[in-house]
């Protein structure tokens, strides 16, 4: 693989990023990626390792383990190493419809599993995924090839998150003629107003976006489907209708003052960020006011980590973050051995940023909100927060968190942000075509298929799995379009 003794002798390399103090300015992507020489080198540093853990991607307790794609991570990186970017490019897009997505916003399940990281770091694997994909939008390798033969059969997608985006890119090369269905302004679904833009660049989509559109994808915005369109003209006018609206139904946190105003869910707060972004440069008046404002976010993910990066950014006068779980070890612990996802705090942009502006880390372990309290105007100005342990419940036997008697104290807030995951889907959908929910709302299917029990409809992407990565998202799209195609053709080449 490229230099049988590159993992001896070059070390891991990373992009560098620019000072939280100088990137909190802006809401641009911040990381300057290597030279390509350099990234040439770091690819030489995968391993001839007889079994590529990096592109397993299967569960290991309870965790995926390697790349869900299947990505032929070993192939690439040697031919970057030798300087063949063309024909990585060509093994990349083999089992990846969008690198330029993964490579940004992937936790790199990849890397986790790479042989190197058993006694030493990882290969960079993500960075070689991007050196790669830009290395073809700049050289002109990206570039729209519509389907040279149309199949006559019509394929209804709702949804253009990225597993909606893959099916259709899937599908639609295969030659079926797709429209994807969007309730929003604009083409992206979680990429476009669930990622910020400092992650992801909306740039990067839109680039996407034009290249399906002349390859013959039709996309419609601005149509809920379920509200502004009926399910049965859907079903009637197409020949299979793949439902992709993603798990957007968040979870509450169910305490006295919830109702008070200045509390918001994070998915929510994002997207009023991005679209007034997006339409304004944030002139329009149209975000909530976070100018020195104390800000409370709930929920220690990488949503609650946009959240407190976003909120920086808007000129915040501090940021606290609570995670109701313990903090996570350094490194890994004996009952987490590798190639197991590392269960590690690990500290995000976000919590960097905080670092640097604030000089502390935002997070606040084992804590939870016990009650909101309004100001005389109905808006809250503080909460009262609580401290948890784990308890073992004397009937099931199953340890659950619970309130440490007499820790509660009250921290000053001007604006909350619940960013505590997801429920499932949006109901309406589901009830418009009549398919059956499992007892996590997300929509039932036999086990590793997507077929629904109404005919020909079928649902993929974290309506179907659940709230789950990007990189996840586009392999539920792709086996998706490869079921769909079969249901239609009798056969799938896909």
Known sequence: MGKPTGFMDFERQNSTTIAPEERIKNFNEFHIPLSRECQQIQGGRCMDCGVPFCQYGQMIGGMASGCPLNNLIPEWNDLIYNGNWERALKRLKKTNNF?????????????????????????????????????????GLIKPEPPRVRSGKKIAVIGSGPSGMAAADQ????????????????IGGLLRYGIPNMKLEKEVIDRRVDIMKKEGVRFVTNTNVGVDMKASRLLKEYDAVVLACGASNPRDIKVPGRESAGIYFAVDYLTMVTKSLLNSNLTDGKIPDVKDKKVLVIGGGDTGNDCVGTSIRLGAASVLQLEMMP???DTRADNNPWPEWPKICKTDYGQEESIAVFGHDPRVYQTTVKE????????????????????????????????????EYVEDVDLVLIAAGFLGCQEYVAKAFGVELDGRTNVATAPGEYRTNKEKVFAAGDMHRGQSLVVWAIREGRDVAKEVDKYLMGYTNL
């Open 99 to 139: 690198p330029e997505f993964t490579s940004r916003v992937c936790p790199a399940l990849c890397e986790a599993a790479c042989t190197c990281n058993i006694n030493g770091l990882p290969v960079s694997v993500k960075e070689n995924e991007h050196g790669i994909i830009e290395y073809g939008y700049e050289n």
């Open 171 to 186: 599908l639609n090369h295969r030659g079926h003629q797709v429209t994807v269905f969007e309730r929003n302004d604009r």
């Open 372 to 407: 909101f309290i309004a100001d005389d105007k109905g808006h809250v100005c503080k909460a009262v927060l609580v401290k948890l342990e784990f308890k073992k419940d004397p009937e099931t036997g199953r340890m659950n968190m619970s309130e440490v008697p007499g820790s």
């Open 327 to 329: 903090k996570a070890p």
